[in-house]
Nanobody, 131 residues
Framework: QVYLAESGGGSVQAGESLTLSCVVT????????FGWFRRAPGKDQEFVAA????????FYANSAKVRFVISRDNTKNTVFLQMNNLMPEDAAVYYC????????????????????????WGQGTKVTVSS
């Protein structure tokens, strides 16, 4: 059984930073891509960032391109999302998505940003940003 557990969310002031973690157990972690998505109240789920199986490929939403950094540690089965200079519009529940069916896949920009291409998800971690 594969489990994903996100952590690191919290309440911060605008301009501050947070680093989210997604610890994965029971998975062939290093063979698969991961994505971070978020859902704000009343809004659709939104792509934030994705990382390839090796960590050598990374892709960001325009809103995250300058301020966020996705990374992974394949020795610890963990994916990270470092978020800097947080803004109120970043407030959301952040979810880690695990692609499980295509080893060493990273896809095109239209596929790695689509939630349907990630088969497993964690419970999410909430980020609140006050101005």
């Amino acid at each position: 059984q594969v489990y994903l557990a996100e952590s690191g969310g919290g309440s911060v002031q605008a301009g501050e930073s947070l680093t989210l973690s997604c610890v994965v157990t029971g998975s062939t972690f290093s063979d698969h891509a991961f994505g971070w998505f978020r859902r704000a109240p009343g809004k659709d789920q939104e792509f934030v960032a994705a990382i390839s199986w090796s960590g050598g490929g990374k892709f960001y939403a325009n809103s995250a391109k300058v301020r966020f950094v996705i990374s992974r540690d394949n020795t610890k089965n963990t994916v990270f999302l470092q978020m800097n200079n947080l803004m109120p519009e970043d407030a959301a529940v952040y979810y880690c998505g695990h692609e499980t069916t295509r080893p060493r896949w990273f896809g095109g920009n239209d596929t790695k940003t689509t939630p349907d291409n990630y088969e497993l998800w964690g419970q999410g971690t909430k980020v609140t940003v006050s101005s």
